[in-house]
């Protein structure tokens, strides 16, 4: 990639496949922004950019490479593939490209301590995957054809989507009077069947009938 093929992809802003940072201040935040694009759709992460797109370029820009690459390392698993293109726009600033291509396995998380934390993407910020979303990341790839009992707590679902259009998991349980594990139980069992899609909201997930 060259000098002037970032600036282009900088203009575009950053959006669901596209993050930008200025610096390496706080590797174990920035690695949150990778698990969330492999997760998502993959995509780029340009070092040496500020948040208005800016291509100013960082010093010592093999340096922060080499910082982040230990962070990747350090707190990703499992490990995601990656990688990276190094470009000079001076004698003393460069700017650097982590190409993260999206997931094909199995979903990554950020060894916090002894809590596993999973991110995703959420149009132009990474936000922490829900209970429902972090289900689906983990058995979408290892899954056999779920079969499902029609019964009483998927009709009364079925009828709040007919009449609202989307539902959310509290709606959910409210309105069909239910504990908390097995509604969330029921809508992860039903996006994995592909009769529900999952909408992930920094706030709330909703979800919706699939088309």
Same mark, same amino acid.
């Given at each position: 990639?060259?000098?002037?093929?970032?600036? @282009?992809?900088?203009?575009?802003?950053?959006?669901?496949? *596209?993050e930008f940072k200025k +610096?390496?201040? $706080?590797?174990? +935040?920035? #690695? @949150?922004?990778?698990?969330?694009?492999?997760?998502?759709?993959?995509?780029?992460?340009?070092?040496? #950019?500020?948040?208005?797109?800016?291509?100013?370029?960082? @010093?010592?820009?093999?340096?922060? #490479? $080499?910082?982040?690459?230990?962070?990747?390392?350090?707190?990703?698993?499992?490990?995601?593939?990656?990688?990276?293109?190094?470009? /000079?726009?001076?004698? /003393?600033?460069?700017?650097?490209?982590?190409?993260?291509?999206?997931?094909?396995?199995?979903? =990554?998380?950020?060894?916090?301590?002894? @809590?596993? +934390?999973?991110?995703?993407?959420?149009?132009?910020?990474?936000?922490?995957?829900?209970?429902? #979303?972090?289900?689906?990341? /983990?058995?979408? =790839? =290892?899954?056999?054809?779920?079969? $499902?009992?029609?019964?009483? +707590?998927?009709?009364?679902?079925?009828?709040?989507?007919?009449?609202?259009?989307k539902v959310t998991l509290?709606?959910?349980?409210?309105e069909a009077k239910l504990?908390?594990?097995?509604?969330?139980?029921?809508?992860?069992?039903?996006?994995?069947?592909?009769? *529900?899609?999952? =909408?992930?909201?920094?706030?709330?997930?909703?979800?919706?009938?699939?088309?």
């Amino acid at each position: 990639m060259t000098l002037q093929e970032v600036k @282009r992809l900088a203009a575009q802003g950053e959006g669901l496949r *596209l993050e930008f940072k200025k +610096k390496v201040a $706080f590797p174990e +935040k920035i #690695v @949150r922004e990778l698990i969330a694009l492999a997760n998502t759709e993959g995509g780029k992460l340009l070092l040496g #950019v500020d948040d208005d797109g800016t291509v100013s370029g960082q @010093r010592f820009i093999e340096e922060e #490479v $080499f910082v982040l690459k230990r962070a990747i390392q350090d707190y990703i698993l499992p490990s995601i593939d990656y990688e990276v293109d190094m470009i /000079k726009i001076n004698e /003393k600033k460069g700017v650097a490209i982590f190409d993260i291509p999206k997931s094909n396995g199995t979903a =990554h998380y950020l060894m916090d301590g002894n @809590r596993k +934390k999973a991110y995703i993407r959420v149009e132009d910020r990474s936000v922490q995957a829900s209970r429902e #979303v972090w289900e689906i990341l /983990k058995r979408r =790839h =290892h899954q056999r054809d779920i079969i $499902f009992t029609y019964g009483p +707590k998927e009709e009364k679902l079925m009828r709040i989507l007919g009449e609202n259009g989307k539902v959310t998991l509290r709606e959910y349980i409210r309105e069909a009077k239910l504990p908390k594990f097995l509604a969330s139980k029921t809508l992860v069992r039903l996006v994995l069947a592909n009769v *529900l899609e999952i =909408h992930p909201e920094e706030s709330e997930d909703y979800f919706t009938l699939k088309e």
